[in-house]
């Protein structure tokens, strides 16, 4: 079974704090997503990397970086946390598509963040 | 842009009766997923589907895809409280982008 882990199910920040979240996924999936999920909003992409050290901007990257220094970890960084990052944190992994894979993305247990 | 719609957002229904969520998405897409998700949890995949015409079931719930009409079902028959979640459909666009709908939460009652 895949398993996608998340450092933190809750967190409580602090406005301009520097806040880390830790995706970790242990069936050497190539490609990671952060997500946040917000009421009525659905999912929105916020990151993506395809491969190590790789990263795409996804729809809503402002405020957010990403690191990706190994194949297993995917980090998401808010480096002045504010309180409209108050949200579900999400993460999700996926192998490399090739046709016919259908590219199915599992997801992990998510971080909800509070910003105060 | 692609845009992925779901409804109802909210369904409650009885125990025993039959019902059916739309995803409804705006350009081509060459798969879409069902996920559930249980309030605090996170998204676990029900179905994908690939092709024009496909059914997947699994015990009380069957997914359809429609291509040309751009729309996939969720089928829930016979409802249980059990099956009490929210569910999302999602499509994908370009090679790693996923659009999620904004989900249907639905309530199962006894």
């Known amino acids: 079974d895949v398993k996608v882990t998340q450092s933190s199910r809750y967190l409580v920040k602090r406005t301009g704090e520097k806040v880390f979240l830790e995706c970790v996924q242990d069936m050497d999936h190539e490609n990671m997503f952060w997500y946040r999920q917000d009421p009525g909003l659905g999912l929105r992409l916020i990151y993506f990397s395809y491969d190590v050290k790789m990263k795409e901007k996804g729809d809503i990257p402002e405020g957010y970086s990403v690191s990706r220094e190994k194949k297993e970890r995917f980090s998401l960084i808010l480096e002045s946390a504010s309180t409209n990052q108050t949200s579900m944190y999400l993460c999700a992994s996926r192998l490399r598509g090739l046709a016919p894979s259908y590219n199915e993305q599992f997801f992990g247990p998510g971080t909800r963040l509070t910003v105060l | 842009e692609l845009k992925v719609e779901q409804n109802p957002l909210f369904l409650s229904m009885q125990e025993g009766k039959n019902y059916t969520i739309y995803c409804n998405y705006s350009?081509?897409?060459?798969?879409l997923y069902w996920y559930r998700q249980d309030p605090g949890k996170s998204l676990e995949s029900l179905f994908v589907?690939?092709?024009?015409?496909a059914v997947k079931q699994e015990g009380r719930l069957m997914a359809s895809l429609d291509t040309k009409a751009r729309l996939s079902t969720l089928h829930i028959t016979a409802a249980v409280h059990d099956l009490s979640a929210t569910y999302f459909c999602a499509v994908t666009s370009g090679t790693y982008k996923y659009i999620f709908g904004t989900g249907t939460r639905l309530k199962v009652l006894a």
């Open positions: 350009t081509t897409s060459d798969r």
């Open positions: 589907l690939l092709s024009n015409g």
